[in-house]
Structures are given as structure tokens and as C-alpha cells.
């Protein structure tokens, strides 16, 4: 059964002149731990929604597999919290590579940067692929519509991957790179072509963000928000345009502009 995403709190509503009670929605914390061939590997504090897909990404992400196909078996138990999960072929895990962690929600420290993973699974990308300025821009309209968590309690992200035309699957997280890792698992699950994907996202443009993308394997990245410099560093490098504050008509266009068709066939090369 699949857990919500929101709950109801009931508070006081103060709108300048009186408080006034009623149900609020809350966005859902949901601890997570992996434990991976009988092993504790990492501990996720997610949104409790495509948890599967989450185990999944994150795996993949890490480096601990390529292809759905290896795991060999994988069991949530939603009531205590824990994901079980068992390899085709058992690793052994090299803490030089893997450093256990907790893996929080929030958009700080929650992350140690650039493992030695990062540098074996994320990708550069040499995808043709090119998207309108006017698709760029309703992209990110149609990514923020899908989103009734957001709206009722602005507490997630939303992560969205398509082909320029069409979105083909949106996910939601309270930790903006977990939205990643649900997409991820998505597209190993459903053994979706990548290169010729756009990925659209609600949050900032970090350095893992734009890794994320790489090992996804799609070279545009849309957001509504800003980017940091090392992610514009490691775009240029890795081969993926990141296209920034979109919104109201408006885009910023950081890395990689021959991707983005600015009308009549323009493009910066």
C-alpha cells in the first residue's frame, strides 16, 4: 500500500486579524534505512511515495549496481521503516568508496561531495538532442502544475523527466535530490532511454543535482532555481546544458546553449 505523501495537522490560521482553526496539510517525513546484503548502508529521510524506485535510484546513484536486473530481491516494510535488499552478486562493500552516512532532507551539508563512485558512474553526455526556448519554459509550467503536494504544502520538490514535447513521468520528495533518485529508479525500471530525455527540477542547480544527471544520462537540465558554480563547472565538463530560473517567460542558459533553439532555427554555438 502505498504511503501519502502529505498529512493533516490542525493549527491556528492567523490572517491579520483573528486566529482561526483548521486542517492544514503537512508534507510527510519518512525515515528510510537500507540494508543491503544483510548490511547497513545508508539511512534516507524521504517521502514516504515510490519507495522502490527511490531504493532503486539511490543504489544506482552510489554505484552499488547499473541495471535494475541486479538486485535480486528487494522488500519494504513501510511499518518499521526498513528496505531489505539482496544482489545478484553479493559485494563486498569498500568503505573507501562507500563512507556510511545519514542521508537527510535538507538542502545543507546532507551529502559528502565527489565519491570516489561519482567519478566512475557519472557520464559525459554527447546527446544531439536539442529543446526550444518556448518548450524550456512550458516544461517547467507543465513540472509545477503536476505537483498537488507542493501546492497544499510547500514543503517537497518535484522532479520531472521527458522528451522536449511531452513529460513522462513526475516524482516528489521532501529532499530535492531524492526527487532525482525516484526518476532514476524510474528509468531502470522501465528501461527508458535516456540520452534523448530532458530532465526539469524544482530545486537548485547544485554539483549533485547536475552528477544526478550525469549517471541518469540526460544532457538538459531545467530548473526553476539557481545554480552554484561548481555545478556549472562540472556541466561544462560533463556535457550538460542547465538552463536556470525559468520563469515568467524568462530563462538563463548556463552551460552548453547549442542544445536550446531560441526561434527560427537560432542557436549559440
Known amino acids: 500500500m502505498e504511503l501519502s505523501n502529505t498529512t493533516k495537522w490542525r493549527i491556528l490560521k492567523y490572517d491579520g486579524r483573528a486566529p482561526l482553526e483548521k486542517d492544514d496539510d503537512i508534507a510527510a517525513e519518512f525515515p528510510l534505512t ?86 566512475l558512474t557519472a557520464k559525459t553526455i554527447m546527446t544531439r538532442t536539442k529543446i526550444s526556448a518556448e518548450q524550456c519554459i512550458r516544461f517547467m509550467q507543465k513540472l ?32 530535492r535530490h531524492n526527487a532525482l533518485d525516484k526518476l532514476f529508479g524510474y528509468c531502470l525500471l522501465h528501461r527508458l532511454r535516456t540520452s534523448d530525455k530532458v530532465i526539469a527540477f524544482s530545486g537548485r542547480l547544485s554539483s549533485e543535482a547536475v552528477l544526478k544527471a550525469a549517471k541518469i544520462g540526460c544532457g538538459i537540465m531545467l530548473s526553476k532555481s539557481a545554480p552554484t558554480d561548481l555545478a556549472l563547472r562540472l556541466a561544462e565538463d560533463l556535457g550538460i546544458t542547465c538552463v536556470g530560473f525559468i520563469r515568467g517567460g524568462e530563462m538563463n542558459v548556463y552551460t552548453h546553449p547549442e542544445r536550446i533553439d531560441f526561434g527560427n532555427g537560432l542557436t549559440v554555438w
Open 144 to 175: 509545477q502544475e503536476s505537483s498537488s503536494e507542493f501546492r497544499s504544502t510547500g514543503g517537497v520538490h518535484n522532479a520531472a523527466i521527458g522528451t522536449p514535447a511531452e513529460l513522462l513521468a513526475v516524482r516528489t520528495d521532501i529532499g
Open 34 to 119: 537500507l540494508k543491503l546484503d544483510g548490511e547497513e548502508f545508508a539511512t534516507l529521510v524521504c517521502s514516504p511515495s515510490s519507495l522502490e524506485e527511490l531504493v532503486i535510484g539511490f543504489l544506482a546513484s552510489e554505484g552499488v549496481i547499473r541495471a535494475a536486473g541486479q538486485v535480486k530481491s528487494l522488500i519494504i516494510h513501510k511499518d518499521t521503516g526498513f528496505a531489505y535488499v539482496e544482489l545478484e552478486h553479493k559485494q563486498t562493500l569498500n568503505h573507501d568508496h562507500y563512507a556510511k552516512r545519514f542521508i537527510g532532507s535538507c538542502c545543507g551539508k546532507s551529502r559528502q561531495f565527489y565519491f570516489h563512485n561519482d567519478m
